[in-house]
């Protein structure tokens, strides 16, 4: 014991929320002048205030309150306690209020919008970790690949491509990039024309995305040495969603482009197979946009710098990703 004053155990003898018990009582004991007026404000049988007062007298090794029939006072040692006990109590009251802000701020809706790839392949996973730590998060998911108007859906954000949402005010912040490849499967190569050349994509199926890629009769592609083509195609079907031009393509219909790291793991398996292998499309920017910065609500805001911290270090998702944070 150094200058006087006496050390607060919270790990021997009573335990950390007995201790915490009798700290309440031991103050309010002080702040009322009486026991019988303390039990009565803490709802307590005056015989419990008692033996909360004994129990942290006999652990402290010291007496705090002198009693007589018609007074009670401190001692040194007690002065010393409630100083110490107070500022420990009102720590514990700020700490429970900063907490139970917290809570209530996390929790209810957020809308967004993804694209039909990303929403399938990684929203899930990503929902579920935030809401292990905010539980009382309500995820209100629109899945489209169109360009967005966020302020007509009502929407807190959408995870989207670059160039694809529809209002001014926004601010938007890169969460991936990728590079786009043509792909086909082994069983429409091997009754389709032969294709050596990006020329002869023109006597082709092409399967083309109506949303994010232009004109659907011709592909934009480049060459390893970073030139140009704009190269003419027949399409047999034009999808609206990347999740349906997937589907088209494993159903052997034809040719189309694919962002690269969903398609490795079909290229990996042989269920698809990379074509005009010195060509490739534009790449696509994955971003996270939303309302101007005024108007972000602090679960949104939160949501945000998760999904950000998220794509950078998951590996699941890092791996599938070329990160750009």
């Not at 307590?44 to 033996?51: H, I, K, L, P």
């Not at 705090?64 to 006072?73: A, D, I, K």
């Not at 996390?106 to 730590?133: C, D, W």
């Not at 592909?219 to 195609?233: A, H, K, M, S």
Request: charged share 20%.
């Amino acid at each position: 014991m150094k200058n006087g004053t006496i050390p607060v155990k919270l790990t021997k003898g009573l335990v950390t929320m007995d201790k915490l018990i009798a700290m309440r009582v031991f103050n309010e004991v002080v702040k009322f002048g009486s026991f019988a007026r303390a039990a009565e404000h803490l709802d307590m049988a005056a015989s419990v205030v008692t033996r909360h007062i004994a129990a942290l007298e006999t652990e402290l090794g010291s007496q705090l309150l002198l009693r007589t029939t018609r007074s009670l006072s401190l001692t040194e040692r007690g002065e010393i306690y409630l100083e110490r006990s107070r500022q420990i109590l009102e720590d514990i009251e700020q700490t429970e209020a900063m907490v139970s802000s917290a809570n209530k701020a996390h929790s209810g809706p957020i809308k967004l919008a993804v694209t039909t790839n990303f929403g399938l392949h990684f929203m899930p996973a990503i929902m579920r970790r935030y809401q292990e730590i905010y539980p009382d998060i309500l995820f209100d998911v629109m899945v489209l690949d169109e360009p967005v108007d966020l302020v007509a859906r009502g929407l807190d954000l959408a995870i989207t491509f670059t160039g694809s949402v529809l209002n001014i005010d926004t601010v938007t912040r890169s969460l991936a990039s990728n590079k786009m490849i043509l792909c086909a499967t082994p069983d429409y190569l091997r009754q389709a024309p032969p294709l050596n050349d990006i020329n002869d994509l023109i006597h082709h199926r092409c399967i083309a995305l109506s949303t994010y890629t232009g004109t659907n009769d011709c592909w934009e592609l480049r060459d390893t040495d970073g030139n140009g083509y704009q190269v003419p195609i027949k399409p047999g079907i034009i999808c609206n969603t990347a999740a349906m031009t997937y589907q088209c393509v494993l159903a052997d219909l034809g040719i189309a482009r694919f962002t690269s790291v969903l398609a490795q793991h079909l290229l990996n398996s042989g269920h698809l197979t990379r074509v005009l292998e010195n060509y490739e499309a534009p790449g696509l920017e994955l971003v996270v946009a939303y309302p101007s910065r005024r108007y972000l609500t602090t679960k949104a805001r939160s949501f945000i710098d998760f999904l950000i911290s998220h794509m950078g270090s998951n590996q699941l998702v890092s791996g599938m990703f070329s990160a750009r944070l």
